[in-house]
């Protein structure tokens, strides 16, 4: 008899564990349609500082200059690959230097992982880019990854980040303001706006120089 009750109680247990994931696909799922109202990162922000409050950006509101730059400076083969740039991976293993974080993986992170960089972290990761790629469109992760990204200690997203940073609304930034943006957001640390280090300077100066070439009417082949 008590066997019994060991195992029901067991079963029942199972039966828990197998409604996490299942209420996990569900919220994932509802992601394509319902803008997430706070994430973990935001959470533990908030017990040390005063966060700014979010301002979401639809896609179709955000400059294509900018929605150009993040691409070109964070993952310039987004278009390509199904979450993992292997091949961006391959050449920075090989010259040292960190392996590729593309923004379907940055868009994870933002969402349901935390902020420092751990081997635990990578695994929970990968599984939950495969089911971004599958679940969302392109144009989803990118406009996800816009609104949650984490620009300082007390802002997320490009729209509130774009008011802190530079006391202007979207439409009126400029190149170099699309292309601190960039450089600040691509950074796995936070940047010193006004103390930038050589290599931080050199990538705002190459993105300016990236944007001067640009159409701004034009948009990103995936995204269309």
């Known amino acids: 008899m008590h066997m019994r009750h060991v195992g029901g109680k067991l079963i029942r247990i199972l039966r828990y564990l197998l409604l996490i994931p299942i209420l996990f696909l569900i919220v994932l799922f509802s992601y394509n349609f319902v803008n997430p109202p706070f994430t973990p990162q935001t959470i533990l922000?908030?017990?040390?500082?005063?966060?700014?409050k979010?301002?979401?950006?639809?896609?179709?509101n955000i400059p294509n200059s900018l929605v150009f730059t993040v691409i070109?400076?964070?993952?310039?083969?987004?278009?390509?690959?199904?979450?993992?740039?292997?091949?961006?991976?391959?050449?920075?293993?090989?010259?040292?230097?960190n392996p590729t974080r593309?923004?379907?993986?940055?868009?994870?992170?933002?969402?349901?992982?935390?902020?420092?960089d751990h081997y635990l972290k990578r695994a929970l990761a990968t599984p939950l880019v495969i089911l971004a790629e599958l679940f969302w469109s392109k144009e989803?992760?990118?406009?996800?990854?816009?609104?949650?990204?984490?620009?300082n200690e007390e802002s997320f997203g490009v729209g509130t980040g774009i008011t802190i940073l530079f006391d202007k609304e979207v439409r009126d930034i400029n190149h170099e303001d699309i292309a601190l943006l960039t450089t600040v957001i691509a950074d796995s640390e936070m940047i010193d706006t006004?103390?930038?280090?050589?290599?931080?300077?050199?990538?705002?100066?190459?993105?300016?120089?990236?944007?001067?070439?640009?159409?701004?009417?034009?948009?990103?082949?995936?995204?269309r």
């Open 140 to 151: 989803r992760i990118l406009e996800l990854y816009l609104n949650t990204v984490r620009v």
């Open 45 to 52: 922000a908030s017990f040390n500082h005063q966060v700014h």
């Open 102 to 116: 593309s923004i379907t993986y940055r868009t994870v992170e933002s969402l349901f992982l935390w902020n420092s």
């Open 54 to 60: 979010q301002r979401w950006i639809a896609i179709e």
């Open 72 to 97: 070109s400076g964070i993952d310039s083969n987004f278009c390509q690959h199904w979450g993992f740039d292997f091949v961006s991976t391959r050449k920075n293993v090989a010259t040292g230097d």
């Open 194 to 223: 006004e103390n930038l280090t050589l290599k931080q300077f050199d990538q705002v100066v190459s993105l300016m120089g990236q944007l001067s070439e640009f159409n701004p009417d034009e948009k990103i082949s995936c995204l």
